[in-house]
């Protein structure tokens, strides 16, 4: 395993103050949100697929979907939970677990055989009613996973504070991936750093590890923005994703 499994961690975090300025839309039978750059400075062709964390579609990342967008990528955000993304800081009780292979309902669960499609289906999307030929993915916690999954669909990567994602994920993902890490993290653990590092390296694409010091899991997204380390850590990992971007998908 290069990351190993959510756990509570994954839903702690602050929400952000802002108003999202994208919108509402389906894909599908799914929900999802979309940001859309100003067409004068729209990158032609391209897009960035935001595939989330355990949270879903909420305040935060709409807010960041439309800062992609301010940078000139037409940016989704796909429901990969169908209608079942937990709440911001839940009970340390909860079975993540039990949520991840059954779901809340007992019937609905988020799985690679049920998530698998969900992100196949905005891939399509995107190429067919946007025309879409160049497609990135941002992974964030959970989201990581199918971002490595869906190559050579998505064509360049970045991962934030990565989960579930398994060796094989990792080295199948044969395109240039950027990964933003956190100092304290028991799900994306230094060991696991540097076996990323070293599967990554044995693959010969380009690829990119930072590490961001004082901060832990979930920071990109999540982090408390009162806090100066915090909110440089966020804002630079939001940055290193658009170079990442701009470097190798335009």
């Given at each position: 395993?290069a990351?190993?499994?959510?756990?509570?961690?994954?839903?702690?975090?602050?929400?952000?103050?802002g108003?999202?300025t994208?919108?509402?839309i389906?894909?599908?039978?799914?929900?999802?949100?979309l940001?859309?750059p100003?067409?004068?400075?729209?990158?032609?062709?391209?897009?960035l697929?935001?595939l989330?964390?355990?949270?879903?579609?909420?305040?935060?990342?709409?807010?960041?979907?439309?800062?992609?967008?301010?940078?000139?990528?037409l940016?989704?955000?796909?429901?990969?939970?169908?209608?079942?993304?937990?709440?911001?800081?839940?009970?340390?009780?909860?079975?993540?677990?039990?949520?991840?292979?059954?779901?809340?309902?007992?019937d609905?669960?988020?799985?690679?055989?049920?998530v698998?499609?969900?992100?196949?289906?905005?891939?399509?999307?995107?190429?067919t009613?946007?025309?879409?030929t160049k497609?990135?993915?941002?992974?964030?916690?959970?989201?990581?996973k199918?971002?490595?999954?869906?190559?050579?669909?998505?064509?360049v990567?970045?991962?934030?504070h990565?989960?579930?994602?398994?060796?094989?994920e990792l080295?199948?993902?044969?395109a240039?991936?950027?990964?933003?890490?956190?100092?304290?993290?028991?799900?994306?653990?230094?060991?696991?750093?540097?076996?990323?590092?070293?599967?990554?390296?044995?693959?010969?694409?380009?690829?990119?590890?930072?590490?961001?010091?004082?901060?832990?899991?979930?920071?990109?997204?999540?982090?408390?923005t009162?806090?100066?380390?915090?909110?440089?850590?966020?804002?630079?990992?939001?940055?290193?994703?658009?170079?990442?971007?701009?470097?190798w998908?335009?």
């Amino acid at each position: 395993m290069a990351s190993n499994p959510p756990g509570q961690c994954c839903t702690v975090g602050v929400k952000h103050d802002g108003e999202p300025t994208g919108r509402d839309i389906k894909i599908g039978s799914w929900d999802a949100y979309l940001a859309e750059p100003n067409p004068a400075t729209a990158h032609q062709g391209a897009a960035l697929l935001y595939l989330p964390d355990v949270i879903g579609i909420w305040q935060n990342s709409k807010l960041m979907a439309d800062q992609y967008a301010a940078n000139g990528y037409l940016c989704v955000v796909v429901d990969l939970f169908n209608g079942d993304a937990l709440p911001l800081n839940f009970p340390a009780t909860f079975d993540i677990m039990s949520w991840l292979i059954k779901g809340s309902t007992g019937d609905n669960p988020h799985t690679s055989e049920a998530v698998d499609p969900i992100v196949a289906a905005a891939i399509k999307w995107l190429k067919t009613e946007k025309g879409i030929t160049k497609l990135g993915a941002l992974g964030y916690c959970f989201g990581a996973k199918y971002v490595a999954r869906h190559f050579p669909d998505i064509q360049v990567g970045f991962f934030a504070h990565p989960s579930f994602v398994t060796d094989e994920e990792l080295a199948g993902f044969k395109a240039p991936l950027s990964i933003a890490a956190a100092e304290t993290d028991s799900i994306f653990t230094p060991e696991l750093r540097h076996k990323s590092e070293v599967i990554l390296a044995k693959g010969g694409y380009p690829y990119q590890i930072t590490l961001y010091s004082q901060v832990v899991h979930g920071f990109s997204v999540r982090c408390d923005t009162s806090k100066k380390v915090e909110k440089l850590a966020k804002d630079q990992a939001f940055i290193q994703a658009v170079s990442w971007f701009d470097a190798w998908l335009l």
